[in-house]
């Protein structure tokens, strides 16, 4: 029996071995090793602490290698330039790093009419390992509980970019300076004699949205200007929601002679709803958008808006990730970029005031 132990010892424990041992069947023991996500949380710790136990040496699937320079990134959607200012930023990022990037569609698919339905995640993560992926980037994707639990059981490093929601305080994160950002865009209509200001906003929920938000009733605040409740509008980042929302500005008994407006895709939709009334920017309402994409550049007139620097913000995430993946953890889980104002044609004093 002693000559039997010691050759098992030297050969290692089977998966049948580790099967019994966590109280599962061989195929469920085995989609844990090969990190298949349809396994229930209880069972995947049973198996891994068994793992762990009885020294089961887990065989590498893909090149090692190779695992080294691959990274995924999940972006909310492949259809707006926001997502190409984040992929131009990893790439070059990435290019300098050796690294090699696959790019994936976010976890939740946008609906026509702006809505989001999820989209199955299952599946994912088993390519994911496949592909032997050393870690994973999040532009504005929302991971589950379950996943968050999956990439940290697996040792897989991940960084969120501009994350839509608060993440869990020990996920490392790159944004912008959103609160400043809101500040100062309505500074800027402050300063043109606006005391009339409305906001439309993104999801009630959003991170950078409820931070823009803060920084606009800061301004005000600061400027003795009262913060009325009926300017302030959410739009969930969609254009024709913005528009509804604008309609709804315009139709108030005393409407705003400017808005801030929390992304440029949504200023779009304000000046749709202005021009449905015959009315024009800035002539009779000033307009602030906030991202500077290109979009801005082209709208007519040209919109003044607040410039987050995207692509900046992904390459930081692709650094810190690259670190992380070399086994070092950043000193502190929030990274912010600035914001800057970037003065065009769509804002002027209000009528009275001229």
């Not at 695992?67 to 926001?82: E, I, N, P, W």
């Not at 305080?169 to 912008?176: I, L, N, Q, T």
């Not at 300076?177 to 300063?191: F, I, K, S, Y």
């Amino acid at each position: 029996m002693a000559r039997t132990a010691s050759a098992s010892t030297s050969a290692g424990p089977t998966l049948a071995v580790v099967a019994r041992e966590a109280g599962v069947s061989v195929p469920t023991a085995s989609k844990v090793v090969n990190g298949r996500e349809d396994v229930a949380p209880e069972t995947r710790r049973r198996v891994t602490e068994a793992l762990d136990r009885l020294g089961y040496v887990r065989r590498p699937r893909f090149d090692t290698a190779r695992a080294l320079r691959l990274v995924d990134l999940v972006v909310h959607s492949l259809d707006s330039s926001r997502s190409g200012a984040v992929l131009r930023g990893v790439e070059e990022a990435a290019y300098d790093a050796g690294l090699e990037v696959v790019v994936s569609a976010g976890l939740n698919r946008p609906r026509p009419g702006g809505e989001e339905r999820p989209r199955p995640a299952h599946g994912w993560l088993d390519r994911l390992v496949v592909r032997g992926s050393s870690g994973v980037l999040f532009n504005l994707a929302e991971p589950t509980a379950l996943q968050y639990a999956w990439l940290e059981q697996h040792r897989i490093p991940f960084v969120m970019i501009d994350p839509a929601v608060e993440p869990p305080s020990d996920v490392v994160s790159v944004g912008a300076a959103d609160w400043q950002g809101g500040v100062t865009a309505t500074e800027h209509l402050l300063r043109l004699g606006h005391e009339r200001i409305a906001v439309v906003a993104g999801q009630r929920r959003s991170l950078g949205s409820g931070a823009r938000i803060a920084g606009y009733r800061s301004a005000l605040a600061s400027a003795g200007v009262p913060d009325r409740p009926e300017y302030v509008r959410h739009a969930g980042f969609d254009r024709a929601a913005a528009r509804r929302r604008t309609r709804e500005l315009l139709d108030l008994p005393e409407p705003p002679t400017a808005v801030f407006v929390c992304s440029d895709v949504m200023a779009l939709g304000v000046y749709e709803a202005l021009a449905e009334r015959g009315l024009t920017v800035p002539a009779d309402l000033s307009v602030v958008g906030f991202d500077d994409l290109p979009e801005a550049r082209w709208a007519t007139p040209a919109l003044t808006t607040v410039r987050q620097p995207l692509s900046e913000m992904a390459a930081t995430a692709l650094r810190l990730l690259l670190r992380m993946m070399e086994g070092h953890h950043p000193e502190s889980t929030r990274t912010e970029l600035s914001t800057r104002l970037v003065e065009r044609a769509s804002t002027a004093p209000p009528r009275t005031r001229r």
